[in-house]
């Protein structure tokens, strides 16, 4: 029975690749699908079966704790040399996104929050 390891729905490219570059590398065997024109199917790597299935989610496992700690470090980089965007700078890139989506979260608000003040009226 094949299993899924890995999805690949909003994977950086980078990551992907490396994830199949170090399953490949440690002879794991595994196949990749993908969604499809109307995105009906899944993104995935997947195993034919279990017999690498701890060593492979192992090594993921390990790399992805690998590069959150190098993500990190460069975002503290960035942040210590002054470069680091702030809300102000995003704010400056795309101001009508960035009202919209302040708009967007009073409405929710709103609309989560309508019910209970309505209901001292009665």
């Keep these: 029975m094949t299993i899924l390891l890995?999805?690949?729905q909003n994977v950086p490219d980078d990551e992907a690749?490396?994830?199949r570059e170090l399953?490949?590398?440690?002879?794991?065997?595994?196949y990749e699908t993908h969604a499809g024109f109307w995105r009906l199917g899944i993104d995935a790597l997947w195993l034919p079966d279990d017999t690498n299935?701890?060593?492979a989610r192992?090594?993921?496992r390990v790399y992805q704790a690998e590069r959150t700690a190098n993500q990190q470090k460069i975002y503290a980089d960035l942040v210590?040399?002054?470069q680091a965007p702030t809300l102000?700078?995003?704010f400056l890139l795309s101001p009508l996104r960035f009202i919209a989506l302040i708009i967007a979260v009073f409405f929710i608000l709103t609309l989560t929050l309508a019910p209970f003040g309505f209901m001292g009226k009665h």
Excluded: P, S
């Design 6 to 8: 890995f999805k690949l």
């Design 17 to 19: 690749a490396d994830v």
């Design 23 to 30: 399953l490949a590398g440690n002879d794991i065997y595994f």
């Design 53 to 55: 299935l701890e060593r």
């Design 58 to 60: 192992e090594l993921i």
């Design 80 to 82: 210590e040399q002054g």
């Design 88 to 90: 102000w700078q995003n």
